[in-house]
């Protein structure tokens, strides 16, 4: 027994959470901007549908992330207070519905991928290769659904190499696959955009096949084909009572990003290019510091389900102080190295210029974007996902998108003012979240719960204890007592 939990504590220490986290992301990413530059070789023109696209597709994903994101916190709950059926019920019940709705999503997108692409307003120039684009990559969105709900679940049993390792794998073939189609090379035709859409799919398809196999031996009960068609609407109400806050937050997120983008369009392609600049060298923060914060999610869910309440608390805020040093070291490293990083991408001097000075302000942005990061997230894993709506409601689209416009566009001050909006509202959401975290209002719920259960346990026993006594004992006892 002793052995057991010991396993279990170490299955879900931070650093074995968050170290195939980081791998999985960072390699997405790295691999991400290799197919950019080789879709790249086609056209600009391909590079602009990609990119449209992309953003699109992100938006749509937030449907049935909500399913999976609530899916995912409750599974680790369960499974930290001993409820592995539940748990298991619901990473089926995940699954099942993410690929309904996946699969409606992917019709639609199949079938009118010229009207969507009016839509989005994209140049008429674009719409033949956007069609041909979003029909294929979007038909195969079941495969995102999927997958999201898959490695969602997998990674919230305390398996994160798996997820990594198919993430890794599925790039690779990706990148290769995208390799033959655009040069005609390894025996592919040359498909150009077509064979890159191709190749999106047949690797997500082959990533989706691994990770359900991965999947039906997640659980200590392997799950079976006919138990896909489990449901709880109780279980059910619980993912969606965490879950739809969660799919709303990112919807705030994704569209406020979106409505910036529009803002920097108006300013020019330097700022254009400078931020675009600037979001690839961030990223290295940012993945570190994201990496920390899910593994955080899973481990104080995990906590929280097991009744570790004051565990659970102080766990954020090791994560936190962690999760802060290792940005932070980045941060400094690329602002020390910054005009050598930029010149990897420009020579143009106006846009190293101000790319610099976005460098100096995300040593200020990074702290701000951690104590959101981590501390939101620990709120999720303990179901107060409502707090973290309401205040991405307020700050994302008042300070981030709203002041963005005044102090941008508006007042003239650019880039820089965008940026130093973008940094308000993550400060303004962060320290929200520290002063919710503080407040313990979950957490002092669920440790009230949990006495009272236990008073009723004890007095149930006392209650079976008296009973198995014989009935003239409590007589003798009274007479002995006279």
């Known amino acids: 027994m002793a052995n057991s939990l010991a396993a279990e504590k170490n299955k879900y ?18 691999l991400g901007a290799v197919d950019t530059v080789m879709v790249s070789h086609i056209s600009d023109e391909a590079v602009a549908v990609v990119g449209y696209s992309n953003q699109l597709f992100a938006a749509l994903t937030t449907v049935f992330m909500t399913v999976a994101s609530g899916a995912g916190i409750l599974i680790a709950q369960k499974l930290g207070s001993r409820r592995e059926g539940d748990a298991r019920t ?29 839509l989005l307003q994209m140049p008429a120039e674009l719409l033949p290769l956007a069609e041909i684009y979003i029909s294929i990559v979007g038909g195969g969105m079941v495969l995102i659904a999927i997958m999201s709900a898959l490695s969602t679940v997998i990674r919230n049993t305390g398996n994160t190499k798996g997820p990594m390792y198919t993430a890794v794998a599925m790039n690779i073939i990706h990148v290769v696959m995208n390799y033959g189609f655009i040069y005609g090379k390894l025996g592919f035709p040359e498909w150009g955009l077509q064979g890159v859409a191709l190749s999106t799919v047949i690797s997500r398809a082959l990533a989706a096949a691994v990770l359900i196999i991965m999947f039906i031996g997640s659980f200590q009960q392997r799950i079976r084909l006919a138990e896909l068609r489990t449901w709880s609407s109780k279980l059910f109400g619980e993912v969606l009572k965490i879950g739809w806050p969660l799919g709303v937050h990112m919807s705030c997120w994704v569209f406020t990003q979106l409505i910036i983008y529009s803002y920097l369009a108006v300013l020019g392609s330097t700022e254009l290019a400078a931020r675009t600049y600037m979001n690839t060298l961030e ?11 899910l593994a955080v999610q899973i481990q104080i869910a995990h906590l929280f389900g097991a009744g570790k309440s004051k565990e659970a608390y102080a766990t954020a805020y090791r994560a936190l102080g962690i999760g802060m040093v290792l940005v932070m070291v980045n941060a400094l490293l690329i602002y020390f190295f910054g005009e050598q990083l930029l010149g990897l991408f420009t020579k143009d001097e106006e846009i190293i210029a101000l790319g610099l000075s ?13 104590l959101n990061m981590a501390l939101n997230n620990s709120l999720g894993a303990i179901g107060d996902t409502k707090f973290s709506m309401y205040t991405s409601l307020f700050s994302m689209w008042l300070v981030a998108a709203g002041l963005s416009y005044v102090a941008g566009i508006q007042l003239g001050w650019g880039l820089i ?59 003798s006892t009274a007479a002995a007592a006279e």
């Not at 409606?104 to 010229?114: D, K």
């Not at 990223?283 to 914060?293: D, E, M, R």
């Open 90 to 118: 619901i990473g089926i019940m995940a699954l099942t519905v993410s690929a309904y709705i996946g699969a409606a999503l992917s019709l639609i997108l199949y079938l009118f991928p010229g009207t969507i692409a009016r």
């Open 417 to 475: 003012g965008i940026y130093c909006c973008m940094i308000a509202d993550e400060y303004i959401r962060g320290l929200l979240a520290l002063w919710r975290w503080r407040g313990r209002k979950y957490l002092r719920r669920a440790e009230l719960e949990e006495r009272r259960r236990r008073s009723a346990q004890a007095a149930a026993a006392s209650d079976t204890l008296a009973a198995q006594q014989p009935s003239g004992s409590s007589s």
């Open 13 to 30: 220490g931070l650093g074995v959470l968050a170290w195939p986290i980081f791998i999985e992301l960072f390699l997405q990413f790295l």
């Open 358 to 370: 976005l460098l100096g302000l995300n040593l200020l942005l990074q702290p701000g974007k951690m």
């Open 283 to 293: 990223s290295f923060c940012f993945l570190l510091g994201y990496s920390i914060a």
